[in-house]
Nanobody
Framework: VQLQASGGGLVQTGGSLRLSCAAS????????VAWFRQAPGKEREGVSCMRSYSKGPTYADSVKGRFTISRDNAKNTLYLQMNSLKPEDTAVYYC????????????????????WGQGTLVTVSS
């Protein structure tokens, strides 16, 4: 199982980026998918997650209203649309997946996820 993240880059404050995470195998088999990020000197934090058969995605408070997670099972790809980017969004972004359905309160916790992409760097300049 492999996840390949891409789409990072340098963008100015207020700009947008869309991250992609291509999955090997069948993306629809992953019942839990998520995006995490890690800024220099900080711990990895959950950004957004989706679980099969749940009401909808979960977002960290810091990105609500600005980021949108989505998945295209036909293309075996997970996306993170990031709008109104801020300098504090600068980090390496990682996609993660798990075949099992992660408990709702653990959705933004990295520990339940088994499969990880290699990370893609997002830099937001002020």
């Amino acid at each position: 199982v492999q996840l390949q993240a891409s789409g990072g880059g340098l963008v100015q404050t207020g700009g947008s980026l869309r991250l992609s995470c291509a999955a090997s195998g069948f993306a629809s088999d992953y019942n839990s998918v998520a995006w995490f990020r890690q800024a220099p000197g900080k711990e990895r934090e959950g950004v957004s997650c989706m679980r099969s058969y749940s009401k909808g995605p979960t977002y960290a408070d810091s990105v609500k209203g600005r980021f949108t997670i989505s998945r295209d099972n036909a293309k075996n790809t997970l996306y993170l649309q990031m709008n109104s980017l801020k300098p504090e969004d600068t980090a390496v972004y990682y996609c993660a997946a798990q075949f099992a359905r992660v408990l709702s309160y653990m959705c933004l916790d990295p520990s339940p996820y088994v499969y990880w992409g290699q990370g893609t760097l997002v830099t937001v300049s002020s």
